[in-house]
């Protein structure tokens, strides 16, 4: 069985913070890898995803993550964050995908 | 990208009633999802709705519980039956596109209270 572990439920930042939010996976076929964001009020969207190749991959709204196989890890990372960036976050695993708890995240202006 | 309505966007139920949330999305999709959302939760997969099939459900969800149908690749409903106070969530519609590996497309959810 698959799973998927995110273990800062709630983040509190200023803006202009680093953020990085956790997320482990336990899953012993190929991975495929997804972080959701989901804005107050607003459906869950993609932020960013990893299949194979360049284990950093890029997403929308500056954010990163990168996959470490060896740690079972694919954090997301920004180095600076807006007050815009305050919702959920969601790390999700394969297909008909399973879902972390989320984090949820808020940044004070 | 797909866009996806869910009706209703909301309801209040009474106990041991049931209710159909319907799932229409404006573009033909090969893989549709229905998640639970409860207060405080993660996502939990319910079932894959597959097109002319039965739907294929995850461990701890059953068909007389949560029948689901899909008649075409652009809609689908879920029943929640026999409703208790415990099936108080959002339910959330989820499509996957053939031509784009992976990412999915949710709908806004429809939010259930169960009194």
């Known amino acids: 069985a698959q799973s998927v572990s995110q273990h800062n439920h709630h983040v509190i930042l200023s803006e202009a913070a680093s953020l990085e939010l956790g997320c482990n996976y336990s899953?012993?076929?190929?991975?495929?890898l997804f972080w959701y964001v989901q804005y107050p009020g607003q459906h869950l969207q993609l932020l960013l995803k990893?299949?194979?190749?360049?284990?950093l991959v890029k997403g929308i709204k500056g954010f990163e993550a990168e996959f470490i196989k060896s740690k079972f890890s694919f954090n997301l990372r920004k180095p600076s964050v807006q007050w815009s960036d305050t919702a959920e976050y969601f790390c999700?695993?394969?297909?008909?995908?399973?879902f972390g708890r989320g984090t949820s995240l808020i940044v004070h202006p | 990208s797909a866009v996806i309505s869910q009706k209703p966007s909301r309801d209040i139920c009474q106990r041991g009633t049931s209710l159909t949330i319907q799932c229409q999305v404006d573009?033909?999709?090969?893989?549709m999802f229905w998640y639970r959302q409860q207060p405080g939760q993660s996502l939990t997969l319910i079932a894959t709705?597959?097109?002319?099939?039965?739907?294929?459900?995850e461990s701890g969800f059953v068909i007389d519980k949560f029948p689901i149908s899909r008649p075409n690749l652009t809609f689908s409903t879920l029943t929640v039956s026999n409703m208790s106070p415990e099936d108080s969530s959002i339910y959330l519609c989820?499509?996957?596109?053939?031509?784009?590996?992976?990412?999915?497309?949710f709908g806004e959810g429809s939010r259930l209270t169960v009194l």
């Open positions: 989820s499509v996957g596109l053939t031509s784009n590996t992976g990412e999915l497309f």
């Open positions: 990893y299949f194979s190749g360049d284990p």
């Open positions: 899953y012993g076929g190929t991975v495929n």
């Open positions: 709705a597959n097109q002319g099939s039965e739907a294929t459900y």
């Open positions: 999700a695993l394969g297909q008909g995908p399973t």
């Open positions: 573009s033909q999709v090969t893989m």
